[in-house]
């Protein structure tokens, strides 16, 4: 298996720009999450799915983000409009049980996105 | 989550053991420990994880205190390769979903 696909792996906006990050996660994974890295605050869990469906979304920071999985291959994570400070590593992850269960999370290669 | 406490840098030579500290002085008797790396420019990746006995795996070992309320992850042979940030992460087993990285341990290896 590929790993999970992570797209684009560097993005450079403007400032109120809508960004589009897309994750492709393993096949058969049922559980897909967000992550964001910063330096000031390290890795953080922005959202995950379960079969689709959006289980936790607490860690979105605002409303400008949001998160889609419209089927078990592919999600997006979509930032509208685009800030500086959104500036960040964004990882996806996939796990094929509950973490629980295996303890593995198994992770993209992430997306570097640059606000100017 | 239960917070954990890890020391902010080590340094290790190569080929030789690595024991990687982790307190976790509020953990319930039901949180499962857990351990990612995460290579420079890389997304973390899982070491190990267990809940009250040591683990053994191709990667590394997991040594628990008896109290549980610290672990030791080791590299028995370090390789330049193994430098990078190692996470120690408890998980509630009512948690299914969600794992909660603290800042880690960035491991550096001398040639």
């Known amino acids: 298996d590929a790993g999970v696909i992570q797209s684009p792996r560097h993005e450079v906006t403007e400032m109120g720009q809508e960004v589009t990050l897309r994750c492709k996660p393993i096949?058969?994974?049922?559980?897909l999450f967000w992550y964001r890295q910063t330096m000031m605050r390290g890795l953080e869990l922005l959202i995950y799915?379960?079969?689709?469906?959006?289980?936790?979304d607490s860690g979105m920071p605002e409303d400008r983000f949001s998160a889609k999985m419209p089927n078990a291959s592919f999600s997006t994570l979509k930032i509208q409009p685009s800030e500086p400070r959104d500036s960040a590593v964004y990882f996806c992850?996939?796990?094929?049980?509950?973490?629980?269960?295996?303890?593995?999370?198994?992770f993209g290669e992430g997306s570097r996105l640059t606000v100017l | 989550d239960a917070k954990t406490t890890q020391p902010n840098s080590m340094e290790s030579n190569e080929e030789e053991p690595v024991h990687l500290p982790c307190n976790h002085s509020?953990?319930?008797?039901?949180?499962?420990i857990h351990w990612y790396r995460q290579l420079p420019s890389q997304g973390p990746e899982y070491v190990i994880h267990?809940?009250?006995s040591n683990v053994n795996n191709r990667m590394a070992s997991l040594a628990i205190a008896e109290d549980r309320k610290s672990s030791t992850l080791i590299l028995h042979r370090a390789t330049l390769r193994d430098a990078a940030v190692y996470y120690c992460?408890?998980?509630?087993?009512?948690?299914?979903?969600?794992?909660?990285f603290g800042q880690g341990t960035t491991l550096q290896v001398k040639p």
């Open positions: 992460i408890l998980r509630e087993p009512s948690n299914t979903g969600k794992l909660i």
């Open positions: 096949s058969g994974h049922d559980y």
């Open positions: 799915f379960n079969n689709n469906v959006p289980i936790d």
């Open positions: 267990g809940l009250t």
């Open positions: 992850a996939s796990s094929l049980y509950p973490v629980l269960d295996t303890g593995e999370l198994f």
């Open positions: 509020t953990i319930s008797g039901t949180d499962y």
